[in-house]
């Protein structure tokens, strides 16, 4: 059975400058060092401060688009000033204030935008501190929580498709560049750059406003928002094609993204649910790759090699969920399905008819075919193959996710265990047909072999 995210956790299947002392070269390797130094400080402030910057400035222009290239004008600049000036007291101040500038500057070249000239001029000259100043703009902190809020619901609007969403949400939110999201999702840099692009013409041309939703539309979009989460997190975790196992640098981002949303919406229990599955499951990322670089599966992994802190951080975060009082949704049920992994000593301790049971409670309230598969293999431990076998025929009947990699995965498992090794040979190979990534397309090529082998010498 392959290790893979799915619902429920079930897997199937920078600062100051440096001195260099030396010879006549000396001085220019200093200011290499320094000019290495201050770029590492402005990406660094970029990272963490990005979403706060866009948001502010998205709520003086009311334009999510214009203030997304004030912020990135600001950077630019700060890549070419700090430098040569050094690094401001409050690096977040100077960039805030240098973005709204440049608002004020793209305003009064867009013959449209006159009416946005005077709220935008005003807040950014009056009382404005200089660009060095130690002073934040009290208007914007007044403001910081509902103007990310507003943002993280802009980014992951319905009019968007969910890539646009993924997109946006990591562009803005997150801070990372084109070429990082283009290279996380392994498409071509100008196709991340257009799909970006387009993204925010279409919340400019369908008059998508800088808003927070109305309460009857707040359950469909913060439904939007989570999903945009979990699809980030899940790639990071079980990537879905080249060649890495997984790229832990987007569950670090997913889960960033989720903190700041639990800080902004902390009386959602599927906020506290989806952060909860992010870190019981990035709490194994440490133990599924081994020391030659193969990928381990859950039963083999050594839990000793676990991380402590998010298991202990994601129980926490369950707990704060189920403390809310309200009904219980499929983050915080997927939650409950890590927690079972998370509390389990060794594979032999897993309480797999409690995953089983959670499984079917996900079923009623969010179903779908790839939960069936996922409880097949919980019914499958609990209470024997031809049990996980008879209740995975529900969506072999169906042909549904014929293309699934990993349905033929837990099929070729669940006949493996029941003793049927030339039809789990098949099925892991016809699962190694399906598989866009290699090393998965390996691992179950493996299996095949092994199986094949087995038959022929048994």
């Known amino acids: 059975m392959t290790e893979r995210s799915s619902p429920g956790g079930q897997d199937v299947g920078h600062g100051g400058s440096a001195r260099v002392r030396g010879g006549a070269g000396g001085r220019d390797e200093t200011a290499a060092v320094d000019a290495t130094a201050s770029r590492a400080a402005v990406e660094a402030v970029w990272r963490i401060e990005s979403g706060r910057l866009i948001a502010g400035l998205a709520r003086v222009t009311g334009d999510l688009g214009l203030a997304e290239d004030a912020a990135q004008e600001a950077l630019l600049v700060a890549l070419e000033h700090w430098p040569?000036?050094?690094i401001p007291a409050n690096p977040a101040g100077w960039l805030m204030t240098t973005a709204k500038r440049r608002a004020v500057d793209a305003a009064r070249r867009g013959a449209t935008f006159h009416r946005k000239i005077a709220l935008v001029a005003s807040e950014a000259t009056a009382q404005e501190p200089a660009l060095d100043s130690d002073h934040h703009i009290d208007a914007l902190e007044d403001h910081l929580g509902d103007d990310l809020l507003r943002l993280v619901f802009t980014a992951c609007h319905p009019v968007l498709t969910l890539e646009a969403r993924v997109a946006l949400t990591l562009r803005c939110l997150a801070g990372l560049s084109t070429t990082e999201i283009a290279r996380a999702f392994l498409v071509p840099e100008a196709t991340m750059a257009q799909r970006i692009v387009r993204a925010k013409k279409t919340l400019r041309d369908r008059g998508v406003r800088f808003e927070l939703p109305t309460p009857e539309e707040t359950s469909e979009r913060l439904a939007s928002v989570l999903q945009v989460i979990y699809l980030l997190f899940n790639e990071g975790y079980a990537a879905t094609s080249g060649t890495?196992?997984?790229?832990?640098?987007?569950?670090?981002?997913?889960?960033?993204?989720?903190r700041v949303l639990v800080s902004l919406a902390p009386h959602e229990p599927e906020v506290h649910g989806l952060l909860a599955l992010m870190e019981l499951q990035a709490s194994r990322l440490p133990a599924r790759v081994g020391t030659d670089g193969e990928p381990v599966l859950l039963p083999d992994q050594d839990r000793g090699r676990w991380d402590p802190l998010l298991i202990r951080r994601g129980l926490a975060s369950l707990t704060r969920a189920e403390q809310i009082g309200r009904p219980l949704g499929p983050y915080v049920i997927q939650a409950g399905i890590a927690a079972c992994h998370a509390r389990a000593h060794s594979?032999?301790?897993?309480?797999?008819?409690r995953i089983a049971d959670l499984y079917a409670v996900l079923t009623s309230i969010w179903p779908s075919p790839v939960v069936t598969v996922n409880r097949a293999v919980a019914v499958g431990y609990s209470r024997g193959?031809?049990?996980g076998l008879q209740v995975l025929d529900e969506v072999l009947t169906t042909g549904q996710l014929a293309d699934y990699p990993y349905?033929?995965?837990v099929h070729a498992d669940l006949l493996e265990r029941a003793g049927r090794h030339a039809e789990a040979a098949a099925a892991f190979q016809h699962a190694a047909t399906l598989s866009p990534g290699e090393t998965e397309r390996a691992i179950f090529t493996r299996r095949h072999d092994?199986?094949?082998?087995r038959s022929s010498t048994g």
């Not at 890495?244 to 989720?258: F, H, K, S, V």
């Not at 594979?347 to 008819?353: E, H, I, K």
């Not at 092994?450 to 082998?453: G, I, N, S």
């Open 84 to 86: 040569a000036a050094g």
């Open 244 to 258: 890495n196992w997984a790229r832990p640098e987007l569950c670090l981002e997913a889960m960033r993204l989720g």
């Open 347 to 353: 594979p032999q301790d897993t309480d797999w008819a």
């Open 385 to 387: 193959p031809a049990a």
């Open 407 to 409: 349905l033929h995965a």
């Open 450 to 453: 092994d199986l094949t082998h």
